[in-house]
C-alpha cells in the first residue's frame, strides 16, 4: 500500500473523487481513506499544518497501514528567484530551517540523529510521473486557470525543501532562511517533519511541491484558489500516472 500525505484539504477532495473502493478509518483527529487509485492499493490522509502535526498524521499512517512507501505532495514558496508559480520541486533532501540546539548541537542539525538534511527516496517512477504530467499539464488544468496564475510550460526543478513552522512571507525571514541554506529551492511547513519520521521508520519517502507564490511575497497569489483550481489537478494527475 502507497501512503499518500496532502498538505491541503482541497488536494485531496480531487483524489477522493476518482478512489475506488474507498473506506475511512479515523485515528486520532484525522480520517485516512483506502481505497485503489488506479491499479494500486493507497491510503490517503491531509497531513494538517505544521511540523507537529505532520509528524502525527505520519507516525500513525506507518503504525497503522505498514505503508511501503510514502509520498508527500502540496503547495510551497519559491526561494529560487528561477522558480516561478505552478512550476514543480522534485525533493532530492529535506531540512527544518527553524532547528536550532546550539551551541549543544550545530545550527539545523537534528539533535541525535546527527544529520541535517534527510534524503528521499530515488522514486525514478514518480519523476517519470512528474514529467509525464509537465508535458500534458494542459489536458489537467484549465487554460483560463493556468492564464489566471501566470503558469505557461512549468518546469520540474529538483533540489533542497526546508520547512519550519512559519509561513515565510517577509524579506527577513527569507533572507535568513536563505543565507543558512545554499542552494534552497522552495519553504514549506511539513516536509522534513514526514521525512524524519520515514527515516526513523525506514520508510521510503519522496515529496513534491508546487510553487504557490514566492516566499518573499513578491507574488501575492490567492492560496485557497490556488490549492483548489490548480495544485489539486496536479495531485491528481501525477498520482494518476504513478499509480497507473
Ligand atoms: N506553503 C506555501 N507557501 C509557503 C510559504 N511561503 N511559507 C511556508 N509554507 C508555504
Redesign the pocket.
Given at each position: 500500500m502507497i501512503g499518500i500525505i496532502s498538505?491541503m484539504h482541497d488536494e485531496l477532495a480531487e483524489l477522493l473523487c476518482v478512489l475506488k473502493n474507498k473506506e475511512t478509518v479515523v485515528l486520532g483527529n484525522r480520517e485516512y481513506y483506502t481505497g485503489t487509485l488506479q491499479t494500486k492499493k493507497v491510503v490517503l490522509v491531509f497531513s494538517k499544518w505544521g511540523k507537529v502535526a505532520a509528524a502525527i498524521t505520519t507516525t500513525q499512517l506507518i503504525s497503522r497501514f505498514s505503508p511501503s512507501e510514502i509520498i508527500f505532495t502540496?503547495?510551497?514558496?519559491a526561494m529560487d528567484s528561477q522558480l516561478n508559480i505552478g512550476d514543480l520541486v522534485y525533493g532530492t533532501s529535506l531540512v527544518q530551517h527553524d532547528m536550532d540546539a546550539s551551541p549543544l548541537f550545530p545550527k539545523l542539525e537534528i539533535p541525535l540523529l546527527g544529520i541535517t538534511y534527510i534524503n528521499t527516496n530515488s522514486n525514478k517512477s514518480l519523476f517519470e510521473s512528474v514529467t509525464l504530467f509537465q508535458q500534458n499539464y494542459l489536458k489537467h488544468i484549465n487554460i483560463n486557470e493556468a492564464n489566471e496564475f501566470g503558469i505557461q510550460s512549468p518546469k520540474i526543478v529538483s533540489g533542497i525543501i526546508a520547512s519550519g513552522d512559519?509561513?515565510?512571507?517577509d524579506a527577513n525571514s527569507f533572507n535568513n532562511i536563505k543565507n543558512s541554506i545554499p542552494n534552497l529551492q522552495c519553504?514549506?511547513?511539513e516536509g522534513a517533519a514526514v521525512a524524519q519520521v520515514c527515516y526513523e521508520y525506514k520508510i521510503p519517502f519522496s515529496i513534491i511541491r508546487i510553487i504557490?507564490?514566492k516566499?518573499d511575497h513578491s507574488a501575492p497569489v490567492d492560496?485557497p484558489i490556488f490549492t483548489k483550481k490548480v495544485a489539486s489537478k496536479y495531485a491528481k494527475g501525477i498520482l494518476e500516472n504513478y499509480c497507473s
Open positions: 498538505a502540496g503547495v510551497a514558496g512559519e509561513f515565510v512571507s519553504v514549506e511547513m504557490s507564490d516566499a492560496f
